[in-house]
């Protein structure tokens, strides 16, 4: 049976990828880490790991009747995770309609088989992978703030050394 590696996110708009690209390329020199490429940046909601067609359907009609209003998210925060090799921006207080949102679809997850981290969820963007050395983090004098508006549904694709994020579908959320 074939299985497709899936997670639901949260997209970034095209611009604030670019803006978020320039500055990393300010913030970090090349050998801290491999940077994530612009149209990948994104902030995971649920990971759902090999999926068949069958379970992947009935988590996207379970997606389909979640009710959640839009919400703003303030990038303001960043960290290094040295075990996992990654450098990330977050938020310093995530918005109640963030924490929701992922809580339901990580318990739609879990209910459907799909095992879900014990870790607490820490919405982040992966910026840099393989970081795994000693790195100085940039002064927490950045902020940008985005309406999120909608949630998705991705599949990774990996290909010719490349990871690759298709959306496969998106639900709005409530203005
Ligand atoms: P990361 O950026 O912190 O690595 C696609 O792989 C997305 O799902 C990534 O954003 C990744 O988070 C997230 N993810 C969460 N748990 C994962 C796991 N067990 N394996 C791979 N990716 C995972």
């Known amino acids: 049976m074939s299985a497709r590696r899936l997670f639901f996110g949260i997209g970034l708009p095209e611009p604030l990828q670019q803006q978020l690209v320039r500055w990393r390329a300010e913030q970090f020199p090349e050998e801290a880490g491999r940077p994530v490429a612009a149209a990948n940046l994104h902030i995971t909601l649920a990971f759902l790991g090999d999926v068949s067609d069958e379970k992947a359907q009935g988590l996207q009609q379970l997606a389909g009747r979640i009710q ?62 393989n970081a795994t050395r000693p790195i100085a983090l940039p002064p927490r004098n950045f902020h940008w703030q985005f309406r999120v508006t909608h949630f998705s549904l991705y599949q990774s694709l990996f290909s010719q050394g490349r990871t690759r994020y298709r959306c496969l579908q998106s639900w709005p959320l409530s203005e």
């Open 68 to 129: 959640q209003r839009a919400f703003n998210l303030d990038l303001d925060d960043a960290g290094h995770w040295p075990r996992p090799g990654v450098v990330w921006l977050g938020c310093r207080q995530a918005p109640r309609g963030l924490l929701q949102l992922a809580e339901m679809l990580r318990a739609q997850a879990a209910r459907s088989g799909c095992h879900q981290s014990p870790q607490p969820f820490h919405p982040h963007i992966t910026l840099l992978r």
